[in-house]
């Protein structure tokens, strides 16, 4: 019988471009994977087209399409594609000693900037204006530049993002350029903010790429299916609201394959091994999601403050070259199909060696007998699983006593037993695992803000889980079923009132 | 850490590079402004300095003294207040004493060689973002730190403060000496292909161990956050044991019940592969550490000096003996 409201689920990695199809029951019914190209949207298509083929009838029921992709990732990296942006900061005569950008490689400062100044406005951590809002100067620095966006950055805006607000208003309506405003892009720390708020300007370009490439691949295809994109913490966002915050869509790859780990698996405590052609990812999941890194993340050179899952990569995927001393770190990547010994090819990889140990791909006769099983396999296999084992223990923290979810299209890798977990799991699909934690996800909303300690502490956390709710239904959660998922409450030292951190994440199933 | 470095960097391309002399080149009436950044640690990563403060407190100084300041020291050569006062000496077009008030990192502001040494706290200035010039004229340290913590908080929980403005003559055995070009040749060495092994080299430093932290206590008292790690050894140090006891700084080593370094010698635990420091708020479970030991300056050693920074200052009811004799 064929289910109503199927789902595509679609996840752009380093090697390959996985594709599933989901029915309404979250069971499998397609999946398919293809290589990753150079410019991403024609692997994506390729893999849309594999996975649809293989839905078969059932294709016109799709009525969603959740893609976690590498489009601003890239942009990025390669310094390609990138809007101009004039950059504002809210906050003279404080924080002049480092004006915006500093630190920035050159070439993307080059690419990206269109000027950059410090105006009065911005807010002290206890509420109070630094000075108010300089919109001359304001008007003075946009007359003076040609830029693509504006971005904009006040002091302490993540607890009173007014200045900001009244510079969108002024910007859209004197100049009509689009505004990046930091306290809807990331949380307080102001640089790190300030250097996401830049870099979400600098990708409305690419945003608007990808929608329109995804759009028109639906359409060409007949599908009338409402696309959705996959953000770096394992939610998702509606094309409309991605366009708005792109930059959230940079490392949504780690937290899909997460996510889509603890599904198939049924297991909400576990580490996670994503085995890929290059390298391994590792993550924790807690309570069914990633477990985020306090570390400050860096893209493309530059520092943001993103919460972004807790990753361990390590150089050992089914490509890596096995040589005399050791494994990796190269792959033959994608040619693995023609490389490997395995395959027929001339290159000893990791695959060969997990193969002669009997560790075989599923689809992949046991061709054992076919390998000489001699010190070089085994040395490889021993120094794989010490790798394992390894990370396995830096990520555990010192817990023993969670399984290990083995995804990704090398999880037959890993050894039956690994020191560190309980017991390793092999969910059904776990190949796929990412393309099926794009398709699973939820929407979700942030707030990080400073409030006040004494009796309106609890009004203003009211306050901000509201606002976290209402920024998951912007994002495309149905308002009936967002929950508040996370609520962290940080005292905060050497103020002259008692002040709490406090972070809330909401969250919630897509709207129908 | 980084907005330090960041500011530094800005100011040199600014303002030109900031020559580092020696208290014993400095003119006995050479007037020395120690400087350090006061406030809450999460305000100062949002709220970064302007380029302002640092004239403002030297045209108070002018004031004070009926001269400009003629050189720039670090408070606290440890952490953030450590790298800032190159910008602020770039800024003032000043040159940077290769010399701080600490040697190392402490939690409290009495802990500086100066109050070792019995100069008097009788005189802060205190600059903000706003532009607000604050002078205070304590009786002592303690009003000192109560006054400066005032003010502090009514500019927004972020000032730069001078306390302790001495003459190179005053200033003679009240100094860390050699600490700037010490923290440079420390990043010189872990620069090149073997950093751990240079850092040792480098600072003269024992290796307590080398080997996986396995666990990390914490808990946040007064302010401070105090705690114990648990690092377990391997390779070499397979089957020992060593336990660091925190308190913002690590403050005491112990092996097998037996104490192999303490305050005010210097604990540092670092990544064995890259021999960066770790800090104690960043110390996690599985981190691949090694732990050095090395001596402090010989002013800490004092009876003065143990008093205000040695192991009872921490609540620590030890006797302070030297690192050289405890790893002997």
Request: charged share 25%.
């Given at each position: 019988?064929?289910?109503?409201?199927?789902?595509?689920?679609?996840?752009?990695?380093?090697?390959?471009?996985?594709?599933?199809?989901?029915?309404?029951?979250?069971?499998?019914?397609?999946?398919?994977?293809?290589?990753?190209?150079?410019?991403?949207?024609?692997?994506?298509?390729?893999?849309?087209?594999?996975?649809?083929?293989?839905?078969?009838?059932?294709?016109?029921?799709?009525?969603?399409?959740?893609?976690?992709?590498?489009?601003?990732?890239?942009a990025?990296?390669?310094?390609r594609n990138l809007g101009r942006?004039?950059?504002?900061?809210?906050?003279?005569?404080?924080?002049?000693?480092?004006?915006?950008?500093?630190?920035?490689?050159?070439?993307?400062?080059?690419?990206?900037?269109?000027?950059?100044?410090?105006?009065?406005?911005?807010?002290?951590?206890?509420?109070?204006?630094?000075?108010?809002?300089?919109?001359?100067?304001?008007?003075?620095?946009?007359?003076?530049?040609?830029?693509d966006a504006?971005?904009?950055?006040?002091?302490?805006?993540?607890?009173?993002?007014?200045?900001?607000?009244?510079?969108?208003?002024?910007?859209?309506?004197?100049?009509?350029?689009p505004?990046?405003?930091?306290?809807?892009?990331?949380?307080?720390?102001?640089?790190?903010?300030?250097?996401?708020?830049?870099?979400?300007a600098a990708l409305y370009g690419v945003a608007a790429h990808v929608?329109?490439?995804?759009?028109?691949?639906?359409?060409?295809?007949?599908?009338?299916?409402?696309?959705?994109?996959?953000?770096?913490?394992?939610?998702?966002?509606?094309?409309?609201?991605?366009a708005?915050?792109p930059?959230?869509?940079?490392?949504?790859?780690?937290?899909?394959?997460?996510?889509?780990?603890?599904?198939?698996?049924?297991?909400?405590?576990?580490?996670?091994?994503?085995?890929?052609?290059?390298?391994?990812?590792?993550?924790?999941?807690?309570?069914?999601?990633?477990?985020?890194?306090?570390?400050?993340?860096?893209?493309?050179?530059?520092?943001?403050?993103?919460?972004?899952?807790?990753?361990?990569?390590?150089?050992?995927?089914?490509?890596?070259?096995?040589?005399?001393?050791?494994?990796?770190?190269?792959?033959?990547?994608?040619?693995?199909?023609?490389?490997?010994?395995?395959?027929?090819?001339?290159?000893?990889?990791?695959?060969?060696?997990?193969?002669?140990?009997?560790?075989?791909?599923?689809?992949?006769?046991?061709?054992?007998?076919?390998?000489?099983?001699?010190?070089?396999?085994?040395?490889?296999?021993?120094?794989?699983?010490?790798?394992?084992?390894?990370?396995?223990?830096?990520?555990?923290?010192?817990?023993?006593?969670?399984?290990?979810?083995?995804?990704?299209?090398?999880?037959?890798?890993?050894?039956?037993?690994?020191?560190?977990?309980?017991?390793?799991?092999?969910?059904?699909?776990?190949?796929?695992?990412?393309?099926?934690?794009?398709?699973?996800?939820?929407?979700?909303?942030?707030?990080?803000?400073?409030?006040?300690?004494?009796?309106?502490?609890?009004?203003?956390?009211?306050?901000?889980?509201?606002?976290?709710?209402?920024?998951?239904?912007?994002?495309?959660?149905?308002?009936?079923?967002?929950?508040?998922?996370?609520?962290?409450?940080?005292?905060?030292?050497?103020?002259?009132?008692?002040?709490?951190?406090?972070?809330?994440?909401?969250?919630?199933?897509?709207?129908? | 850490?980084?907005?330090?470095?960041?500011?530094?960097?800005?100011?040199?391309?600014?303002?030109?590079?900031?020559?580092?002399?020696?208290?014993?080149?400095?003119?006995?009436?050479?007037?020395?402004?120690?400087?350090?950044?006061?406030?809450?640690?999460?305000?100062?990563?949002?709220?970064?300095?302007?380029?302002?403060?640092?004239?403002?407190?030297?045209?108070?100084?002018?004031?004070?003294?009926?001269?400009?300041?003629?050189?720039?020291?670090?408070?606290?050569?440890?952490?953030?207040?450590?790298?800032?006062?190159?910008?602020?000496?770039?800024?003032?077009?000043?040159?940077?004493?290769?010399?701080?008030?600490?040697?190392?990192?402490?939690?409290?502001?009495?802990?500086?060689?100066?109050?070792?040494?019995?100069?008097?706290?009788?005189?802060?200035?205190?600059?903000?973002?706003?532009?607000?010039?604050?002078?205070?004229?304590?009786?002592?340290?303690?009003?000192?730190?109560?006054?400066?913590?005032?003010?502090?908080?009514?500019?927004?929980?972020?000032?730069?403060?001078?306390?302790?403005?001495?003459?190179?003559?005053?200033?003679?055995?009240?100094?860390?000496?050699?600490?700037?070009?010490?923290?440079?040749?420390?990043?010189?060495?872990?620069?090149?292909?073997?950093?751990?092994?240079?850092?040792?080299?480098?600072?003269?430093?024992?290796?307590?161990?080398?080997?996986?932290?396995?666990?990390?206590?914490?808990?946040?008292?007064?302010?401070?956050?105090?705690?114990?790690?648990?690092?377990?050894?391997?390779?070499?140090?397979?089957?020992?044991?060593?336990?660091?006891?925190?308190?913002?700084?690590?403050?005491?080593?112990?092996?097998?019940?037996?104490?192999?370094?303490?305050?005010?010698?210097?604990?540092?635990?670092?990544?064995?592969?890259?021999?960066?420091?770790?800090?104690?708020?960043?110390?996690?479970?599985?981190?691949?550490?090694?732990?050095?030991?090395?001596?402090?300056?010989?002013?800490?050693?004092?009876?003065?000096?143990?008093?205000?920074?040695?192991?009872?200052?921490?609540?620590?009811?030890?006797?302070?003996?030297?690192?050289?004799?405890?790893?002997?």
């Amino acid at each position: 019988m064929i289910e109503e409201a199927l789902r595509v689920g679609i996840d752009v990695g380093g090697t390959n471009t996985d594709a599933v199809v989901l029915d309404a029951a979250d069971r499998v019914v397609a999946k398919a994977k293809r290589p990753t190209t150079p410019d991403v949207t024609e692997g994506l298509r390729a893999a849309l087209d594999a996975v649809l083929a293989e839905a078969g009838a059932a294709a016109p029921d799709v009525r969603r399409v959740m893609l976690g992709t590498t489009h601003a990732t890239n942009a990025v990296l390669e310094r390609r594609n990138l809007g101009r942006v004039a950059v504002l900061r809210l906050g003279a005569p404080a924080t002049t000693s480092v004006p915006p950008l500093c630190g920035w490689p050159a070439d993307l400062r080059e690419a990206v900037c269109a000027g950059q100044t410090v105006v009065a406005g911005g807010h002290y951590v206890d509420g109070r204006e630094i000075g108010p809002l300089d919109r001359d100067a304001i008007r003075r620095f946009l007359d003076g530049v040609a830029a693509d966006a504006v971005a904009v950055t006040g002091v302490f805006s993540p607890a009173d993002g007014g200045h900001e607000r009244e510079v969108a208003e002024l910007v859209g309506r004197e100049y009509g350029l689009p505004v990046s405003l930091s306290h809807e892009v990331g949380s307080l720390g102001l640089l790190e903010r300030e250097n996401a708020t830049v870099l979400n300007a600098a990708l409305y370009g690419v945003a608007a790429h990808v929608v329109e490439a995804l759009t028109a691949a639906l359409a060409g295809r007949g599908l009338a299916a409402r696309p959705y994109l996959a953000q770096n913490d394992g939610t998702l966002m509606t094309v409309e609201h991605a366009a708005r915050l792109p930059v959230a869509t940079i490392g949504s790859g780690p937290a899909n394959s997460l996510r889509g780990a603890a599904f198939l698996s049924g297991v909400a405590e576990a580490i996670v091994a994503d085995v890929g052609g290059t390298s391994t990812d590792l993550g924790v999941l807690v309570g069914g999601f990633p477990r985020e890194s306090a570390a400050a993340v860096e893209i493309g050179g530059v520092l943001t403050n993103f919460r972004m899952p807790d990753i361990l990569a390590i150089a050992l995927g089914g490509g890596s070259v096995v040589r005399e001393h050791g494994v990796g770190p190269d792959s033959v990547g994608y040619r693995i199909t023609e490389e490997a010994l395995v395959f027929g090819g001339g290159t000893v990889t990791m695959t060969d060696a997990a193969v002669a140990a009997g560790r075989v791909p599923p689809g992949l006769a046991d061709r054992r007998e076919a390998l000489r099983r001699d010190d070089l396999m085994r040395a490889a296999v021993a120094r794989a699983d010490e790798m394992v084992a390894d990370a396995v223990d830096r990520m555990a923290l010192g817990r023993g006593d969670r399984p290990l979810v083995a995804v990704g299209g090398g999880a037959f890798l890993l050894a039956p037993r690994i020191p560190g977990a309980s017991r390793v799991v092999r969910p059904d699909h776990a190949e796929v695992a990412n393309a099926v934690g794009a398709a699973i996800a939820l929407a979700s909303g942030r707030v990080d803000t400073i409030l006040p300690a004494g009796e309106s502490r609890s009004k203003a956390i009211e306050r901000a889980k509201e606002e976290a709710a209402a920024r998951a239904v912007a994002a495309g959660a149905d308002a009936a079923q967002v929950e508040i998922v996370d609520l962290v409450e940080v005292p905060l030292s050497y103020l002259s009132e008692p002040a709490v951190r406090v972070h809330v994440k909401a969250a919630g199933p897509l709207a129908r | 850490m980084r907005t330090g470095a960041l500011a530094a960097r800005r100011a040199i391309e600014e303002y030109g590079a900031v020559p580092l002399v020696r208290p014993r080149d400095l003119a006995a009436d050479a007037l020395i402004v120690p400087l350090s950044g006061i406030g809450a640690p999460t305000v100062s990563h949002e709220m970064i300095h302007g380029e302002e403060e640092p004239r403002r407190i030297a045209e108070e100084i002018e004031r004070i003294f009926g001269r400009p300041p003629d050189v720039v020291m670090s408070s606290e050569i440890g952490g953030a207040n450590g790298v800032a006062p190159v910008a602020w000496a770039a800024q003032l077009g000043l040159p940077l004493l290769d010399a701080d008030g600490m040697g190392r990192a402490f939690p409290e502001v009495q802990m500086v060689s100066m109050y070792v040494a019995g100069l008097p706290a009788d005189l802060v200035i205190m600059a903000d973002v706003a532009g607000n010039v604050v002078t205070i004229r304590p009786v002592d340290g303690l009003w000192s730190e109560r006054l400066a913590r005032a003010v502090c908080v009514a500019a927004g929980s972020h000032a730069l403060m001078a306390d302790y403005v001495l003459t190179a003559g005053r200033a003679r055995g009240a100094l860390i000496e050699g600490t700037v070009s010490r923290a440079l040749a420390v990043g010189r060495a872990t620069e090149g292909p073997a950093p751990l092994r240079a850092l040792r080299d480098e600072l003269g430093a024992v290796q307590l161990i080398s080997g996986k932290l396995t666990d990390v206590e914490r808990r946040t008292t007064g302010g401070f956050v105090r705690g114990t790690a648990t690092i377990e050894g391997t390779g070499d140090d397979r089957g020992r044991r060593l336990t660091l006891e925190l308190q913002n700084e690590n403050l005491v080593a112990v092996e097998d019940g037996r104490v192999r370094a303490m305050v005010p010698d210097l604990i540092t635990v670092v990544d064995t592969e890259t021999a960066a420091a770790i800090q104690t708020e960043a110390l996690r479970y599985g981190q691949r550490v090694t732990v050095l030991a090395w001596p402090c300056d010989p002013l800490w050693r004092t009876p003065e000096g143990l008093r205000t920074a040695g192991p009872r200052a921490f609540g620590y009811d030890l006797d302070y003996v030297p690192v050289e004799e405890l790893t002997k």
